[in-house]
């Protein structure tokens, strides 16, 4: 339970119905611990439909992947449809380009922020979207791991730090928690920040909201505690004006996240809840519809572009912040390597994962790159997965906090290590 | 005198987990019956019921939008609700890319606004609540995302209607051929456009996963050794792998839909949404599945009938179904025994034409269900339907509300994935759910969203409560919303609503008196059933 008792929440609210707009009257301080600035923030992506990462970053010049693949589901060496060259991939001999669509990713993998790993994903053969998706929330390798685990691996990573830094350790950009958040209580979940989280009804309903929840011993009311108190950790650093109207965000460094779609919001909202200097410790995000059993060249080009330019805008856009957040994106399978005749791909396995960070030795496709031909296929019908995606996970956190994988990932034994991050900083 | 109602009786709790509450005027005769009579009368539900009959008349619903040159005019009209009974060809033209027809994007969402707006007032208005409580269930098991695209919202009538509704209480094999035949499901899972040679395998993966044998049923670990699956060799395989899903999509190729595709050079299928098979886009070849063997060539629909025969018929499904049906009816992990029972009952029954029907009556009469009081959370339209029986508001649904649902955690025929709404109490507490409900409850008081305005004085007259003062008044209000108080929270919900605790009923004020309604409504006890 959060250490906030009901004479500062009852103060907060009172404060919030009386006080002038300013936040700085808000007389909230008491309410966060003080927040560890040098804190380092985890953001993590869920690429939700099994996204397909040949499709992403295909081996554009394998004679293989030509023969298996309609020229429409493949990046292209040239003519409109040319992919963008990405230097550093795993082999020299094939020509691995990044859909064109991506062009923001392909100016922060050329800046060497980015770095992609490719043939990664789960070493379990699942091809079930929610049990993959599961697994890896859970972060675990086996189906009989899941039933073992109860809670989700940032929370693990979260605990394992041995302090809650804030009265907010978690933000989820999504309307519930995904499983890497469970087991965490103080996490909050809102589709957007960026119209401030007012107590809801004003402060007078809240103050009786916390009346009626505040003495309940079951989960309900512990969520109903929690939905009063952590948005104010929020709230309370949206700037208004002086009739308490919200202000317009204004990105910095000249960013610009015209051109980021549906994307905008929620990476305006992670670039803000950054900059809050709440202490957070992880932020996630759900960008979902990568489901592409058919149509799929026009859905991936509409999902990808807002994807790619919205990250890129948010990477600017932090400029300040850059060495102390790392952000990850992950799906749960990559798909079949043969397309189907609906002119779309059905669940497959290995994957593709990016990694952003100031200090990932980005510029550079990570992994070992197993073939297409049939003996080096799994299954023989799917890109074979040679990095669990629990490498990259593990190393990130090491990275960020200095946490054992062992902790996190108690049945993972750490492989090779990839080299993601520039250690010396 | 009238007194208020009793929340331990068995009814009671009945028609708060299996309906949306009561209403005034029904409580009376309602607690009359016993559980069982209730459920005989409720699972008798006829078709169609004068009073909702009569509000789906009356109902408008505005649409509104700009001209655009040479394509249409402009349009702001509060329009009546005209694609319910349609057949799916009047609804489908608008999409025929022979005869153009250019419309607003919101004419071609109209169906679906439609479909929300009658569950709504169904929702609250149906004397037949079980029915609408197994309609959600089947549409979230039967998950269509009726917001992914047009089509799928122009389908939504048919699939509501003719799908859901029509099998509800009936037969599961039945049912799983009309949601397999289904416009909706055709083109949510991408059936419509699978075809032999390297079919598509979206709906043959959700068939087993989502529609029958369940996740946990399935044995990726086997992947293709068909003959390692524990049963295989004696033709009962306890579980499917990958290569039941290859050879499930095979045997689905050729179930599509009329949408003016050529078949040939010389014919093209007319254009009109309905369900139709072609034999020459079908792979006809012999398959295995489930450790059954499919002759090649088989009689038309032969291949994907035999497969939802096997599934409807199997122990998994029939496991899988019990425990989800029971988790809906009563809570997280059911107690086994219930489950065993019911599992048992489904395979027995697989035949009869009421086999759902038997399911529920069996689920519902058990000791068990009545054990698992205040154990679910009330979903946001289950929140949103209770409060307005409760009040009596003269109910007119809108798009505001339906959204007001969605940021509440139910997007009704919306969810993102094919797995539906989770059927988890958790999920309906995050922060941003718990504000959005919270948020619910008072917009309804306050008629913020134009939904209907309440007469708290007349309703809690209605159910026999206290009108003296102010005081009196809430006191009751959160006694007829079965939740046990502190005393203090009386005066302070009054205090809140800008009334005064010693003052008579303040009768100037209906809107401060919706409002000490509305937070008596938004305490725990309330939120849970």
Same mark, same amino acid.
């Given at each position: 339970?959060?250490?906030? &008792?009901?004479?500062?929440?009852?103060?907060?609210?009172?404060?919030?119905?009386?006080?002038?707009?300013?936040?700085?009257?808000?007389?909230?301080?008491?309410?966060?611990?003080?927040?560890?600035?040098?804190?380092?923030?985890?953001?993590?992506?869920?690429?939700?439909?099994?996204?397909?990462?040949?499709?992403?970053?295909?081996?554009?010049?394998?004679?293989?992947?030509?023969?298996?693949?309609?020229?429409?589901?493949?990046?292209?060496?040239?003519?409109?449809?040319?992919?963008?060259?990405?230097? &550093?991939?795993?082999?020299?001999?094939?020509?691995?380009?990044?859909?064109?669509?991506?062009?923001?990713?392909?100016?922060?993998?050329?800046?060497?922020?980015?770095?992609?790993?490719?043939?990664?994903?789960?070493?379990?053969?699942?091809?079930?979207?929610?049990?993959?998706?599961?697994?890896?929330?859970?972060?675990?390798?086996?189906?009989?791991?899941?039933?073992?685990?109860?809670?989700?691996?940032?929370?693990?990573?979260?605990?394992?730090?041995?302090?809650?830094?804030?009265?907010?350790?978690?933000?989820?950009?999504?309307?519930?928690?995904?499983? %890497?958040?469970?087991?965490?209580?103080?996490?909050?979940?809102?589709? %957007?920040?960026?119209?401030?989280?007012?107590?809801?009804?004003?402060?007078?309903?809240?103050?009786?909201?916390?009346?009626?929840?505040? &003495? +309940?011993?079951?989960?309900?009311?512990?969520?109903? +505690?929690?939905?009063?108190?952590?948005?104010?950790?929020?709230?309370?650093?949206?700037?208004?004006?002086?009739?308490?109207?919200?202000?317009?965000?204004?990105?910095?460094?000249?960013?610009?996240?015209?051109?980021?779609?549906?994307?905008?919001?929620?990476? $305006?909202?992670?670039?803000?809840?950054?900059?809050?200097?709440?202490?957070?410790?992880?932020?996630?995000?759900?960008?979902?519809?990568?489901?592409?059993? %058919?149509?799929?060249?026009?859905?991936?080009?509409?999902?990808?572009?807002?994807?790619?330019?919205?990250?890129?805008?948010?990477?600017?856009?932090? &400029?300040?912040?850059?060495? $102390?957040?790392?952000?990850?994106?992950?799906?749960?399978?990559?798909?079949?390597?043969?397309?189907?005749?609906?002119?779309?791909?059905?669940?497959?396995?290995?994957?593709?994962?990016?990694?952003?960070?100031?200090?990932?030795?980005?510029?550079?496709?990570?992994?070992?790159?197993?073939?297409?031909?049939?003996?080096?296929?799994?299954?023989?019908?799917?890109?074979?997965?040679?990095?669990?995606?629990?490498?990259?996970?593990?190393?990130?956190?090491?990275?960020?906090?200095?946490?054992?994988?062992?902790?996190?990932?108690?049945?993972?034994?750490?492989?090779?290590?990839?080299?993601?991050?520039?250690?010396?900083? | 005198?009238?007194?208020?109602?009793?929340?331990?009786?068995?009814?009671?709790?009945?028609?708060?987990?299996?309906?949306?509450?009561?209403?005034?005027?029904?409580?009376?005769?309602?607690?009359?019956?016993?559980?069982?009579?209730?459920?005989?009368?409720?699972?008798?539900?006829?078709?169609?019921?004068?009073?909702?009959?009569?509000?789906?008349?009356?109902?408008?619903?505005?649409?509104?939008?700009?001209?655009?040159?040479?394509?249409?005019?402009?349009?702001?009209?509060?329009?009546?609700?005209?694609?319910?009974?349609?057949?799916?060809?009047?609804?489908?033209? =608008?999409?025929?890319?022979?005869?153009?027809?250019?419309?607003?994007?919101?004419?071609?969402?109209?169906?679906?606004?439609?479909?929300?707006?009658?569950?709504?007032?169904?929702? =609250?208005?149906?004397?037949?609540?079980?029915?609408?409580?197994?309609?959600?269930?089947?549409?979230?098991?039967?998950?269509?995302?009726?917001?992914?695209?047009?089509?799928?919202?122009?389908?939504?009538?048919?699939?509501?209607?003719?799908?859901?509704?029509?099998?509800?209480?009936? #037969?599961?094999?039945?049912?799983?051929?009309?949601?397999?035949?289904?416009?909706?499901?055709?083109?949510?899972?991408?059936?419509?456009?699978?075809?032999?040679?390297?079919?598509?395998?979206?709906?043959?993966?959700?068939?087993?996963?989502?529609?029958?044998?369940?996740?946990?049923?399935?044995?990726?670990?086997?992947?293709?050794?068909?003959?390692? =699956?524990?049963?295989?060799?004696?033709?009962?395989?306890?579980?499917?792998?990958?290569?039941?899903?290859?050879?499930?999509?095979?045997?689905?190729?050729?179930? !599509?839909?009329?949408?003016?595709?050529?078949?040939? #050079?010389?014919?093209?299928?007319?254009?009109?949404?309905?369900?139709?098979?072609?034999?020459?886009?079908?792979?006809?070849?012999?398959?295995?599945?489930? @450790?059954?063997?499919?002759? *090649?060539?088989?009689?038309?629909?032969?291949?994907?009938?035999?497969?939802?025969?096997?599934? @409807?018929?199997?122990?998994?499904?029939?496991?899988?179904?019990?425990?989800?049906?029971?988790?809906?009816?009563?809570?997280? #992990?059911?107690?086994?025994?219930?489950? /065993?029972?019911?599992?048992?009952?489904?395979?027995?029954?697989?035949?009869?034409?009421?086999?759902?029907?038997?399911?529920?009556?069996?689920?519902?009469?058990?000791?068990?269900?009545?054990?698992?009081?205040?154990?679910?959370?009330?979903?946001?339209?289950?929140?949103?339907?209770?409060?307005?029986?409760?009040?009596?508001?003269?109910?007119?649904?809108?798009?505001?509300?339906?959204?007001?649902?969605?940021?509440?955690?139910?997007?009704?025929?919306? /969810?993102?994935? *094919?797995?539906?709404? *989770?059927?988890?109490?958790?999920?309906?507490?995050?922060?941003?759910?718990?504000?959005?409900?919270?948020?619910?409850?008072?917009?309804?008081?306050?008629?913020?969203?134009? #939904?209907?305005?309440?007469?708290? /004085?007349?309703?809690? !007259? /209605?159910?026999?409560?206290?009108?003296?003062?102010?005081?009196?008044?809430?006191?009751?209000?959160?006694?007829?919303?079965?939740?046990?108080?502190?005393?203090?929270?009386?005066?302070?919900?009054?205090?809140?609503?800008?009334?005064?605790?010693?003052? *008579?009923?303040?009768?100037?004020?209906?809107?401060?008196?919706?409002?000490?309604?509305?937070?008596?409504?938004?305490?725990?006890?309330?939120?849970?059933?």
């Amino acid at each position: 339970m959060i250490n906030v &008792n009901r004479r500062e929440v009852l103060k907060a609210l009172a404060a919030l119905g009386v006080s002038s707009c300013l936040p700085s009257a808000f007389g909230l301080r008491n309410l966060a611990f003080a927040a560890d600035d040098k804190q380092p923030i985890l953001v993590v992506m869920h690429i939700r439909g099994g996204w397909d990462g040949l499709n992403l970053i295909s081996p554009a010049n394998d004679l293989d992947f030509i023969a298996a693949r309609q020229t429409e589901l493949r990046v292209l060496t040239e003519g409109k449809d040319a992919g963008y060259p990405l230097a &550093n991939a795993m082999t020299d001999t094939i020509d691995f380009r990044l859909h064109n669509a991506a062009g923001g990713w392909a100016e922060l993998y050329n800046n060497n922020n980015l770095a992609f790993i490719h043939a990664c994903g789960l070493a379990d053969g699942t091809r079930s979207h929610f049990v993959a998706t599961d697994m890896i929330e859970t972060g675990v390798g086996t189906q009989v791991d899941l039933m073992r685990q109860t809670n989700g691996w940032i929370t693990r990573s979260i605990k394992a730090q041995g302090r809650s830094v804030s009265a907010l350790d978690a933000v989820a950009l999504s309307n519930g928690f995904a499983g %890497d958040l469970r087991g965490l209580h103080n996490a909050l979940a809102t589709l %957007d920040v960026n119209n401030g989280l007012p107590p809801m009804g004003g402060a007078s309903v809240s103050s009786m909201l916390w009346q009626m929840y505040e &003495n +309940r011993n079951d989960e309900l009311g512990e969520a109903g +505690r929690l939905a009063i108190q952590l948005p104010m950790n929020i709230d309370q650093r949206i700037l208004r004006d002086e009739h308490n109207r919200v202000l317009p965000y204004v990105p910095e460094n000249g960013a610009n996240y015209d051109k980021a779609g549906s994307s905008a919001i929620p990476f $305006k909202s992670i670039a803000r809840l950054i900059k809050m200097d709440l202490g957070l410790q992880a932020i996630t995000m759900d960008y979902g519809m990568w489901d592409t059993h %058919d149509n799929q060249p026009g859905r991936f080009r509409t999902l990808l572009e807002p994807l790619s330019n919205g990250m890129a805008a948010f990477w600017n856009d932090i &400029n300040a912040y850059h060495d $102390k957040v790392v952000v990850v994106l992950l799906s749960e399978f990559g798909r079949r390597l043969r397309n189907n005749k609906s002119n779309g791909t059905d669940h497959g396995r290995g994957g593709v994962m990016a990694v952003l960070g100031g200090q990932v030795k980005g510029g550079k496709i990570y992994g070992n790159w197993p073939g297409l031909g049939f003996a080096q296929l799994d299954e023989g019908v799917d890109l074979a997965v040679t990095t669990d995606y629990r490498q990259v996970l593990a190393e990130t956190l090491e990275h960020i906090g200095g946490r054992k994988a062992a902790d996190i990932f108690p049945s993972f034994k750490i492989g090779n290590r990839l080299g993601l991050f520039d250690e010396s900083a | 005198m009238k007194k208020l109602p009793d929340h331990s009786s068995d009814i009671m709790f009945a028609i708060h987990r299996l309906g949306y509450g009561p209403r005034a005027e029904e409580y009376d005769s309602l607690v009359k019956q016993s559980l069982a009579g209730w459920l005989e009368e409720q699972l008798a539900a006829p078709e169609s019921e004068q009073e909702v009959s009569k509000r789906l008349d009356a109902c408008t619903i505005r649409i509104k939008y700009e001209a655009a040159e040479g394509k249409w005019s402009a349009v702001d009209e509060m329009r009546p609700l005209t694609s319910l009974s349609k057949p799916i060809e009047d609804i489908w033209r =608008v999409f025929d890319p022979q005869k153009p027809m250019p419309v607003h994007g919101y004419e071609l969402s109209r169906p679906r606004v439609e479909v929300l707006a009658a569950t709504l007032i169904r929702s =609250v208005y149906s004397h037949y609540q079980l029915r609408e409580v197994i309609c959600q269930f089947w549409h979230d098991h039967f998950h269509v995302n009726a917001f992914a695209e047009d089509r799928l919202a122009a389908a939504l009538p048919v699939y509501d209607r003719d799908v859901i509704r029509k099998h509800c209480f009936g #037969n599961f094999r039945a049912m799983l051929e009309a949601v397999a035949c289904s416009t909706s499901m055709q083109y949510y899972l991408s059936n419509q456009s699978s075809r032999a040679g390297a079919a598509n395998e979206n709906y043959a993966r959700e068939l087993f996963e989502l529609h029958s044998f369940g996740r946990e049923n399935y044995l990726n670990d086997i992947y293709n050794r068909w003959r390692d =699956v524990p049963g295989a060799l004696v033709g009962k395989p306890v579980g499917y792998i990958d290569q039941d899903i290859y050879e499930t999509a095979r045997a689905f190729t050729g179930w !599509t839909i009329e949408d003016g595709r050529g078949i040939d #050079n010389y014919r093209k299928l007319p254009f009109t949404g309905r369900f139709t098979y072609v034999e020459s886009w079908h792979d006809g070849n012999q398959k295995r599945i489930l @450790a059954t063997e499919f002759d *090649p060539y088989m009689d038309a629909m032969a291949d994907g009938r035999k497969v939802l025969d096997l599934i @409807a018929a199997h122990p998994a499904t029939a496991q899988h179904m019990a425990h989800k049906l029971c988790t809906r009816l009563l809570g997280a #992990n059911p107690p086994a025994s219930l489950t /065993a029972r019911v599992a048992e009952a489904w395979r027995s029954k697989s035949e009869a034409p009421d086999q759902i029907a038997q399911i529920l009556r069996l689920i519902i009469l058990s000791p068990e269900f009545l054990q698992s009081r205040g154990r679910k959370i009330k979903r946001p339209l289950a929140l949103m339907a209770n409060y307005l029986r409760v009040m009596g508001t003269n109910f007119t649904p809108n798009e505001t509300l339906v959204n007001q649902l969605t940021a509440a955690g139910q997007r009704l025929f919306g /969810a993102p994935t *094919p797995e539906g709404i *989770p059927d988890d109490n958790n999920y309906f507490m995050g922060t941003n759910a718990m504000r959005n409900r919270w948020n619910l409850i008072l917009g309804l008081a306050q008629n913020t969203w134009g #939904n209907g305005i309440s007469d708290p /004085a007349a309703a809690l !007259t /209605a159910w026999g409560g206290k009108t003296s003062s102010n005081r009196e008044a809430a006191a009751d209000w959160f006694r007829l919303l079965g939740v046990s108080f502190d005393p203090k929270w009386i005066d302070m919900a009054i205090t809140t609503a800008g009334l005064m605790p010693s003052a *008579p009923l303040s009768l100037d004020n209906q809107k401060g008196l919706a409002m000490v309604s509305a937070l008596a409504a938004l305490s725990p006890d309330f939120q849970n059933c």
